[in-house]
Nanobody, 123 residues
């Protein structure tokens, strides 16, 4: 089993920056692909960014390209999401996820999910 715990959420003004972290524990010796999703009030959970275990495949939702950066630590037990140029539409609970299958991870059916961290962007 893998446990994921997000941190770094908070309140930020529009145009500002914020960095999220997700710490993984458990069977982290397994090569997991990792991703970030978000869910705004009254909306479905949506894909934000993903990174393959090798780091060679990085994917972003169109809405965050050029503004968000996903990365992992050298041991791949931590995934980060660096966010800049934030706007109120980015307000959501952000979840990290992990899966041995990148395709399943991208399809919103990951094996493991964190409990989420709130990001609120004020105008």
């Amino acid at each position: 089993q893998v446990q994921l715990v997000e941190s770094g959420g908070g309140l930020v003004q529009a145009g500002g920056s914020l960095s999220l972290s997700c710490a993984a524990s458990g069977r982290t010796s397994i090569l997991y692909n990792m991703a970030w999703f978000r869910q705004a009030p009254g909306k479905e959970r949506e894909f934000v960014a993903a990174i393959a275990w090798s780091g060679s495949n990085v994917q972003y939702a169109d809405s965050v390209k050029g503004r968000f950066t996903i990365s992992t630590g050298s041991a791949r037990n931590t995934v980060y999401l660096q966010m800049s140029s934030l706007n109120p539409e980015d307000t959501a609970v952000y979840y990290c996820a992990a899966d041995t299958s990148l395709g399943r991870l991208r399809s919103n059916a990951a094996q493991y999910w964190g409990q989420g961290t709130q990001v609120t962007v004020s105008s």
